[in-house]
């Protein structure tokens, strides 16, 4: 009986620890517009873009005259450079920088809004004496680096109001 109390007095301060520290579950994204038309350049942040919108309840369509608002993607890099050196010249550090760029507007608006630019970097250690494990490490930050794109997008979109049509 002891063992059972015992059990749960952890369960429940536990509990009352994550409640206390302001977690909570990321949600979905309160977006002001049901319909959304993408056009512009394919990033390789689109496919995710796309399941991310429709997750949370947002319907892509393929028309602009459809839509409640216009996104176009206008361009991507991915970049890597030398962030440190050893006393020989080796490297030692690489940063990655992912940026996107995207503008929107409403159908019925002529004008784009301004350029947005949503922007990701990393860091991490590097060693040729571990090429592949190196190599696994910089895919898994770049795709982390996406997917944090794509929140910034979403978070981003909950701020545009559109005009009704």
Known sequence: ???????FSVVFLFALALSACGY??????????KKLYIQGAPLSISKDLKKSLKTNGIQVVGSAEE??????????????RILSLSGTGVVR???????????TRAPA?????????????????????????????EARLNLDMHNDAVREMLRRLTAIRPTAK
Not at 24 to 33: E, Y
Not at 93 to 103: D, H, I, K, T, V
């Open 93 to 103: 550090e690489y940063e990655l920088n992912y940026r996107a760029s995207f503008r």
């Open 24 to 33: 909570q579950l990321r949600g979905v994204a309160d977006l002001s517009f």
């Open 1 to 7: 009986m002891q063992s059972i109390v015992r059990r």
């Open 109 to 137: 608006s002529p004008t784009w809004s301004q350029p947005q630019t949503v922007q990701t970097r990393r860091n991490y250690s590097y060693n040729d004496s571990a090429l592949l494990g190196k190599a696994e490490e």
């Open 67 to 80: 839509a409640d608002l216009l996104l176009e993607l206008l361009s991507e890099t991915n970049e890597k």
